[in-house]
């Protein structure tokens, strides 16, 4: 099997290729635009309507078998997400990796 990454390398050991979809993945779901003061008030609206065992648990860790819950539980033809692909690719794609990245990317 082979990959290739944003750059245009291309990967063939298993390693790197689960390097690269760990990476691509945790820069598709992260956000360098969230500032402190939008955190603050997001934290301080959930403190105000939540008691304290419901902010806890909206506060841990998520874990893979959350993250997979999730992924495997979209619908498979609903409406595509911002980058335009449907849950059926993630399902499929991470159906084919998941015991290999769930630990790195989780």
Known sequence: MRLVDEDGNVHEDEDDITRVVCNYFSDLFSSSLLLECDLNAATQFIYNRFDREMVDL?????????????????????????????????????GMWWGKISLGCV
């Open 58 to 94: 909206l506060s841990s860790e998520f874990t893979s078998v959350e993250v997979r819950a999730a992924v495997f539980g979209l619908g498979p033809s609903k409406a595509p997400g911002p980058d335009g692909f449907q849950a059926l690719l993630f399902s499929r794609s991470l």
